[in-house]
C-alpha cells in the first residue's frame, strides 16, 4: 500500500516562493506518473501539476504554469513543487498523489496534505 506524507508548507508572502515534498513509501515509486493537487475552502480538489514517471514530461494548470515546477527523484521517492511568485489564490491545502498523467485524474491513496497560506 502506497502512503504519501506532503512537507513543506507554511505562511508565506505575495510574491515569495515554497518548495512542497512528497515522500512515497511502500509502492514502485518510479513506476507511476505524480501529481499535485489543492483544495481550498469550498471549493473541490483541483489539478496543479503532474509528472511522468520517468521525469520527462510535465503538464500544469493554467492558473501556475510559469510560476510552479514540478520535479522528482526517484531514487529517493519523492516529488517536489517549486511555487514562485505565490499568490492569495494559491492558499490552499496542497496534496500529491499518483497520477494517470494523460487524464489528470488521481489516483488514491491520499496523503494528509500540507497548508499554504499567502498573505497579501
Known amino acids: 500500500q502506497v502512503q504519501l506524507v506532503e512537507s513543506g508548507g507554511g505562511l508565506a508572502q505575495t510574491g515569495a516562493s515554497l518548495r512542497l515534498s512528497c515522500a512515497a513509501s511502500g509502492g514502485t515509486f518510479s513506476g507511476y506518473s505524480m501529481g499535485w493537487f489543492r483544495q481550498s475552502p469550498g471549493k473541490e480538489r483541483e489539478f496543479v501539476a503532474a509528472?511522468?514517471?520517468?521525469?520527462?514530461?510535465?503538464s500544469y494548470a493554467d492558473s501556475v504554469k510559469g510560476r510552479f515546477t514540478i520535479s522528482r527523484d526517484n531514487a529517493k521517492n519523492t516529488v517536489y513543487l517549486q511555487m514562485n511568485d505565490l499568490k492569495p489564490e494559491d492558499a490552499a491545502v496542497y496534496y500529491c498523489?499518483?497520477?494517470?498523467?494523460?487524464?489528470?485524474?488521481?489516483?488514491?491513496?491520499w496523503g494528509q496534505g500540507t497548508q499554504v497560506t499567502v498573505s497579501s
Open positions: 509528472i511522468r514517471r520517468t521525469g520527462d514530461s510535465t
Open positions: 498523489a499518483r497520477i494517470a498523467y494523460i487524464t489528470r485524474a488521481p489516483i488514491g491513496p
